[in-house]
């Protein structure tokens, strides 16, 4: 008996929201968030706090209560800070777990609608086709050779074959494992329609306790890197604190001071900001490109946008619009390409759209099968062409084998069966057994309208009596060849300014289609990409030996009528010349190229759960230009953690300067715990939250690509920032003498010195944020962070130098206007050197993309 298709209207979404609210989330493991407690406790482990709680117990054995009650007040206000930045971070990454999970097409009323699997409820009707992770167990209502991977839950190897509800017959127990798909098993050809019986714990799934696979939580290299730069400050530090502890002891200050004076130096030393940097950057960094479509499924993926090298693309939907208009058509000799719809369509195509309508699914999910129906119902509405009393026997799908696809179907009024195949017109030759002569006649045919930029399909027909049995393979049907259909599928509007963009940014674009070689050749010259004359196909590449194929690569950059197992002998072949890839791909074959690119993007509009599931970012729109956009992205997170590192380490010398010189030269203190913590509130935002916003610069996409193993802390990264700490240092110290020199005493030129440090502090920030913008320049104010953390710190600044209490907290002494004068130009003086270096690093570029 046939497997028909009907279309249930399914729950409405008032019924879903309140079945939610009854049978919760469909997830096995409900996503746990830390609470305030547990943040708390991470902020107890860490150095800062304990070096916090150190010096304020030796200042209530001093007897400076005062002090220690500032210090434990600090500790909140790290924890406010930390907290605040916790949340932020966990916030995006939820954000990013809830696009990332599976999602699921489901007809609400009556309407088909993709939505997160974790948001299914039991009542449900979920659609289901070839790769798609099933959401929950349930009931098949109907379906059309529907075979599952059940290995997850059984361990079963083999796919299953799976009937629906009303066409059981024979064991029960047999039929009802046939007639439920369970959560966790994979679509792996044919499609149908289930209802929804189980969801999350309540599955079979989560009853066995298996959990599927998420996002994988991987090292970043930037991570090793900064974890030996801790562990190197550590070491140096802790030598250092204990030098300076003995030195102060034996100068007769008293032992307690010596160590309060070692545990200042430790704090002025210790990179704590570090590994927070990491933390926040690539977890906003991941929201930031799920805001422009781009899903980040593995997180260390941010790290090799930057590095891409070269980017393999798909044609069809990526590159073009997916949305397929029929614009070709040939039968019976006669060939019409038409640039505009036709007011009528002449009588000899009507067989032609008749047979092509009917090799389709009855509700198409595919562009080009919808754009065949409504070219069809547009055209031959009112004709005897259009059959709903006819009903399907049975569908023989595409396969790997044979790219085409047969739809039987029985007429009320006929005695035979009649099928309708369409497919590649290699494939529709095939099962027509045309002789050579009459397929090089047609391939004539092709050649003209591939040149027009047509997709085409080959469409044929066949009947078969009743009374016998139907084949098992399309071939023992004698198929009378129609003729050929020809779609096209228009140019994205901003896929040319994107690939000038890749020009510039030194990224080489390789199409890679399964299109003929004039319709890429054609699409190639349109968007510009190089040597697109250059055309390989399939078929010449599967005559190539892995050698020659490491030879041609490296000049072509269009590949046509190419099967999907092909794609990973390019990937790895790019990947052996020593190439960054990035991968683009919609289907189940597609999965083993994606795992191999060392970037793999899968399509979230038509792509399978499987493909999605290899990939390690997922386009929300397949737009070529999201792709773009993320290669910016993850190149301007680098860039701006490379920023925010450089500052680091350029802020933290004349915080060691100034708590180490003063002991060795027998000068008053200036910096006491107290001190260093106010810095590190500032140090703390400004490192993480104020360049993760920073924007990318001007001549980001007209630098070649970095290399993969580059450094975040290179040579000449490191020796700018020590140059600018040193600098810093210098100018720091030199007011500080010159205050002392000046007649000033040692709490007038603390505060002072400590004044200078800060607007010094505050014009590394500045000058930090950008290598070829001015520090001061008007784009400056469009950061919301910098100048908060800018005008936070002047007013905090002020308030502790004009309130009494908060001066004698301090240790300060009263300033004047011509004192803070002399801080503001000595602190915008340190960075003047930096920002001259710019303006003759500018000329020089600009003369160079000039040129």
């Given at each position: 008996?046939?497997?028909?298709?009907?279309?249930?209207?399914?729950?409405?979404?008032?019924?879903?929201?309140?079945?939610?609210?009854?049978?919760?989330?469909?997830?096995?493991?409900?996503?746990?968030?830390?609470?305030?407690?547990?943040?708390?406790?991470?902020?107890?482990?860490?150095?800062?706090?304990?070096?916090?709680?150190?010096?304020?117990?030796?200042?209530?054995?001093?007897?400076?209560?005062?002090?220690?009650?500032?210090?434990?007040?600090?500790?909140?206000?790290?924890?406010?800070?930390?907290?605040?930045?916790?949340?932020?971070?966990?916030?995006?990454?939820?954000?990013?777990?809830?696009?990332?999970?599976?999602?699921?097409?489901?007809?609400?009323?009556?309407?088909?609608?993709?939505?997160?699997?974790?948001?299914?409820?039991?009542?449900?009707?979920?659609?289901?086709?070839?790769?798609?992770?099933?959401?929950?167990?349930?009931?098949?209502?109907?379906?059309?050779?529907?075979?599952?991977?059940?290995?997850?839950?059984?361990?079963?190897?083999?796919?299953?074959?799976?009937?629906?509800?009303?066409?059981?017959?024979?064991?029960?127990?047999?039929?009802?494992?046939?007639?439920?798909?369970?959560?966790g098993s994979m679509v792996i050809r044919g499609y149908g329609l289930m209802k929804v019986e189980k969801t999350g714990k309540d599955t079979l799934l989560g009853r066995i306790g298996k959990s599927i696979q998420s996002i994988e939580p991987s090292k970043l290299l930037v991570q090793a890197e900064i974890e030996k730069l801790v562990k190197i400050f550590s070491i140096v530090g802790m030598f250092l604190c204990i030098n300076i502890a003995f030195w102060y002891g034996l100068l007769k200050y008293g032992w307690l001071n010596g160590i309060l004076a070692g545990l200042t130096l430790a704090m002025a030393i210790l990179p704590e900001e570090l590994p927070v940097i990491l933390t926040v950057f690539f977890a906003l960094g991941a929201w930031r490109l799920a805001k422009s479509n781009v899903l980040t499924r593995r997180i260390p993926v941010i790290e090799t946008l930057g590095a891409t090298t070269v980017l393999c693309v798909d044609k069809t939907g990526t590159l073009t619009t997916n949305r397929m208009e029929v614009r070709g058509l040939y039968s019976g000799e006669n060939l019409e390409i038409f640039q505009q719809e036709l007011e009528t369509l002449p009588?000899?195509?009507?067989?032609?759209?008749?047979?092509?309508?009917?090799?389709?699914?009855?509700?198409?999910?595919?562009?080009?099968?919808?754009?065949?129906?409504?070219?069809?119902?547009?055209?031959?509405?009112?004709?005897?062409?259009?059959?709903?009393?006819?009903?399907?026997?049975?569908?023989?799908?595409?396969?790997?084998?044979?790219?085409?696809?047969?739809?039987?179907?029985?007429?009320?009024?006929?005695?035979?069966?009649?099928?309708?195949?369409?497919?590649?017109?290699?494939?529709?030759?095939?099962?027509?057994?045309?002789?050579?002569?009459?397929?090089?006649?047609?391939?004539?045919?092709?050649?003209?309208?591939?040149?027009?930029?047509?997709?085409?399909?080959?469409?044929?027909?066949?009947?078969?009596?009743?009374?016998?049995?139907?084949?098992?393979?399309?071939?023992?049907?004698?198929?009378?060849?129609?003729?050929?259909?020809?779609?096209?599928?228009?140019?994205?509007?901003?896929?040319?300014?994107?690939?000038?963009?890749?020009?510039?940014?030194?990224?080489?674009?390789?199409?890679?289609?399964?299109?003929?070689?004039?319709?890429?050749?054609?699409?190639?010259?349109?968007?510009?990409?190089?040597?697109?004359?250059?055309?390989?196909?399939?078929?010449?590449?599967?005559?190539?030996?892995?050698?020659?194929?490491?030879?041609?690569?490296?000049?072509?950059?269009?590949?046509?009528?190419?099967?999907?197992?092909?794609?990973?002998?390019?990937?790895?072949?790019?990947?052996?010349?020593?190439?960054?890839?990035?991968?683009?791909?919609?289907?189940?074959?597609?999965?083993?190229?994606?795992?191999?690119?060392?970037?793999?993007?899968?399509?979230?509009?038509?792509?399978?759960?499987?493909?999605?599931?290899?990939?390690?970012?997922?386009?929300?729109?397949?737009?070529?230009?999201?792709?773009?956009?993320?290669?910016?992205?993850?190149?301007?997170?680098?860039?701006?953690?490379?920023?925010?590192?450089?500052?680091?380490?350029?802020?933290?010398?004349?915080?060691?300067?100034?708590?180490?010189?003063?002991?060795?030269?027998?000068?008053?203190?200036?910096?006491?715990?107290?001190?260093?913590?106010?810095?590190?509130?500032?140090?703390?935002?400004?490192?993480?939250?104020?360049?993760?916003?920073?924007?990318?610069?001007?001549?980001?996409?007209?630098?070649?690509?970095?290399?993969?193993?580059?450094?975040?802390?290179?040579?000449?990264?490191?020796?700018?920032?020590?140059?600018?700490?040193?600098?810093?240092?210098?100018?720091?110290?030199?007011?500080?003498?010159?205050?002392?020199?000046?007649?000033?005493?040692?709490?007038?030129?603390?505060?002072?010195?400590?004044?200078?440090?800060?607007?010094?502090?505050?014009?590394?920030?500045?000058?930090?944020?950008?290598?070829?913008?001015?520090?001061?320049?008007?784009?400056?104010?469009?950061?919301?962070?910098?100048?908060?953390?800018?005008?936070?710190?002047?007013?905090?600044?002020?308030?502790?130098?004009?309130?009494?209490?908060?001066?004698?907290?301090?240790?300060?002494?009263?300033?004047?206007?011509?004192?803070?004068?002399?801080?503001?130009?000595?602190?915008?003086?340190?960075?003047?050197?930096?920002?001259?270096?710019?303006?003759?690093?500018?000329?020089?570029?600009?003369?160079?993309?000039?040129?």
């Amino acid at each position: 008996m046939a497997e028909m298709i009907s279309r249930p209207s399914g729950l409405t979404e008032n019924q879903a929201q309140n079945l939610l609210k009854i049978y919760g989330y469909n997830e096995i493991t409900p996503s746990s968030q830390r609470n305030v407690l547990t943040i708390a406790l991470s902020v107890i482990r860490e150095p800062m706090f304990l070096l916090l709680v150190s010096c304020g117990l030796i200042y209530l054995i001093l007897g400076s209560k005062l002090e220690a009650q500032m210090l434990l007040a600090f500790v909140f206000i790290i924890m406010g800070i930390t907290f605040y930045q916790e949340r932020k971070t966990e916030k995006a990454l939820q954000s990013l777990k809830n696009l990332s999970s599976p999602r699921a097409v489901v007809i609400r009323d009556k309407v088909e609608k993709r939505i997160p699997g974790r948001e299914v409820v039991p009542g449900d009707i979920v659609v289901l086709k070839e790769g798609d992770r099933i959401p929950a167990d349930g009931t098949i209502i109907t379906c059309v050779n529907l075979f599952v991977d059940e290995s997850l839950i059984s361990g079963e190897s083999l796919p299953i074959r799976k009937r629906s509800i009303y066409h059981y017959s024979g064991d029960y127990k047999s039929f009802q494992k046939d007639n439920m798909v369970f959560a966790g098993s994979m679509v792996i050809r044919g499609y149908g329609l289930m209802k929804v019986e189980k969801t999350g714990k309540d599955t079979l799934l989560g009853r066995i306790g298996k959990s599927i696979q998420s996002i994988e939580p991987s090292k970043l290299l930037v991570q090793a890197e900064i974890e030996k730069l801790v562990k190197i400050f550590s070491i140096v530090g802790m030598f250092l604190c204990i030098n300076i502890a003995f030195w102060y002891g034996l100068l007769k200050y008293g032992w307690l001071n010596g160590i309060l004076a070692g545990l200042t130096l430790a704090m002025a030393i210790l990179p704590e900001e570090l590994p927070v940097i990491l933390t926040v950057f690539f977890a906003l960094g991941a929201w930031r490109l799920a805001k422009s479509n781009v899903l980040t499924r593995r997180i260390p993926v941010i790290e090799t946008l930057g590095a891409t090298t070269v980017l393999c693309v798909d044609k069809t939907g990526t590159l073009t619009t997916n949305r397929m208009e029929v614009r070709g058509l040939y039968s019976g000799e006669n060939l019409e390409i038409f640039q505009q719809e036709l007011e009528t369509l002449p009588e000899n195509f009507h067989n032609l759209v008749e047979f092509g309508i009917l090799a389709s699914l009855e509700k198409p999910f595919d562009p080009m099968e919808k754009a065949i129906l409504s070219f069809g119902q547009k055209y031959l509405s009112k004709t005897e062409h259009i059959h709903k009393n006819w009903d399907l026997v049975r569908e023989y799908p595409l396969s790997d084998e044979l790219f085409a696809m047969s739809n039987v179907w029985k007429a009320p009024d006929s005695d035979d069966y009649i099928i309708a195949v369409k497919g590649s017109p290699e494939a529709i030759f095939d099962l027509c057994h045309l002789q050579a002569e009459k397929i090089n006649y047609l391939q004539q045919i092709i050649k003209k309208m591939a040149e027009n930029d047509l997709r085409i399909i080959g469409v044929a027909k066949a009947e078969f009596k009743q009374d016998k049995k139907l084949p098992t393979i399309q071939h023992e049907f004698n198929f009378i060849f129609i003729g050929f259909i020809g779609l096209t599928d228009p140019l994205r509007d901003e896929v040319i300014a994107s690939i000038e963009l890749c020009k510039m940014a030194g990224i080489r674009i390789i199409m890679i289609t399964g299109d003929y070689p004039e319709t890429a050749k054609n699409i190639g010259k349109k968007i510009g990409i190089g040597s697109y004359e250059n055309v390989i196909t399939g078929e010449m590449l599967a005559q190539m030996d892995d050698k020659k194929l490491l030879e041609v690569i490296k000049n072509c950059n269009i590949f046509a009528r190419v099967l999907p197992d092909q794609k990973l002998r390019i990937v790895d072949a790019l990947k052996r010349i020593g190439e960054i890839v990035a991968m683009t791909g919609d289907g189940i074959n597609d999965a083993p190229a994606l795992k191999a690119a060392h970037i793999g993007i899968a399509m979230g509009e038509k792509g399978t759960d499987v493909a999605r599931e290899s990939a390690d970012i997922v386009l929300t729109d397949d737009n070529f230009s999201s792709i773009v956009s993320g290669i910016i992205s993850g190149r301007t997170i680098f860039d701006n953690l490379k920023k925010a590192i450089s500052y680091v380490i350029s802020i933290h010398i004349p915080i060691i300067g100034m708590s180490l010189f003063p002991v060795f030269m027998g000068l008053p203190l200036i910096l006491a715990p107290v001190h260093i913590v106010f810095l590190e509130m500032i140090i703390d935002p400004a490192c993480s939250i104020v360049f993760e916003a920073e924007p990318p610069e001007k001549d980001l996409m007209k630098r070649p690509p970095r290399k993969a193993n580059e450094s975040l802390l290179d040579r000449n990264t490191f020796f700018l920032s020590f140059l600018q700490g040193i600098i810093v240092f210098a100018v720091v110290f030199i007011v500080f003498l010159y205050s002392l020199a000046s007649g000033h005493d040692e709490y007038s030129s603390r505060a002072i010195t400590y004044i200078t440090l800060i607007i010094a502090n505050i014009c590394l920030i500045f000058t930090n944020r950008s290598k070829t913008r001015f520090a001061f320049s008007k784009g400056s104010f469009k950061n919301r962070a910098l100048i908060l953390v800018t005008v936070g710190t002047l007013v905090v600044l002020m308030l502790i130098n004009t309130n009494p209490f908060f001066r004698n907290l301090f240790n300060f002494g009263p300033v004047d206007i011509g004192d803070v004068f002399i801080c503001i130009v000595s602190g915008i003086a340190s960075i003047i050197w930096f920002e001259a270096l710019k303006f003759v690093k500018g000329r020089k570029v600009a003369k160079r993309f000039d040129a």
